[in-house]
């Protein structure tokens, strides 16, 4: 599942609590959110009386959910939150706030999806963020790009879409050194291929 089409676009027509068409705009999303780019923490700001039906639901909804940290994070790691019934990826809102568009992609630097703090989300391509993965699940040797055939260890990169045949040896430390080295040259994290939490 492609994460980014979960919908926060800043063009798209939304239906707020009154039946009114409502735009989820930079201006829009800075009166509904607080962020700590420190901690990486988002938080509800109180709401104005516009954004609601009635004077009960825009108290109710400041009495309830004013100042609390959005943190509920989704199957797939993701912190994830509701705004005007759609759900949206915390880091993708977060980029919005803080440079007034959507990002293509989030890389969370570190590797720790819920990890949001400024410093550790990076606008990529999804060809950039192919280059920050963990280790696959069904990995068996621990170390990406390597393969066991016979007594040899076989070595391969995949980049830009195409998968690289690097060669094979039965030192595993040799096979180690040659991805590591073809991670380097094409630009891959040094965090790619780290352990799954």
Same mark, same amino acid.
Request: charged share 20%; glycine share 8%; hydrophobic share 30%.
């Given at each position: ?52 039906? #009635? ?15 959005? +943190? ?8 994830? &939150?509701? &705004? ?10 977060? =980029? ?22 400024? &410093? ?9 963020? @192919? ?5 696959h699940r069904k ?18 990169? #995949? #980049?830009?879409g195409k998968t690289? =045949? &690097?060669?094979?040896t039965r030192d595993?430390?040799?096979? @180690? @050194? ?12 040094? +965090?790619?291929?780290?352990?799954? @939490?």
């Open positions: 599942m492609d994460l980014s089409s979960i919908d926060t676009t800043t063009s798209i027509n939304k239906l707020n609590d009154k039946g009114l068409i409502m735009k989820i705009t930079h201006k829009y999303i800075i009166s509904v959110f607080n962020y700590n780019q420190h901690t990486g923490e988002l938080s509800f700001k109180k709401r104005p009386s516009h954004h609601f039906k #009635s004077k009960s639901a825009h108290t109710n909804w400041n009495n309830n959910k004013a100042g609390s940290i959005l +943190n509920y994070v989704g199957n797939h790691g993701y912190i994830e &939150l509701s &705004l005007d019934y759609k759900k949206h990826l915390a880091h993708r809102v977060i =980029w919005l706030i803080v440079h007034g568009e959507l990002p293509n992609e989030i890389d969370h630097v570190n590797g720790n999806k819920t990890d949001n703090r400024l &410093l550790n989300l990076k606008n990529v391509t999804r060809s950039q963020n @192919c280059k920050n993965l963990p280790i990995n068996k040797i621990g170390i990406t790009g390597l393969r066991m055939r016979g007594s040899s260890y076989e070595v391969y990169i #995949s #980049s830009g690289y =045949w &690097l060669g094979s595993f430390f040799e096979a @180690c @050194c040659k991805r590591k080295s073809e991670e380097n040259k094409l630009g891959f994290s040094p +965090n790619h291929g780290r352990k799954l @939490c």
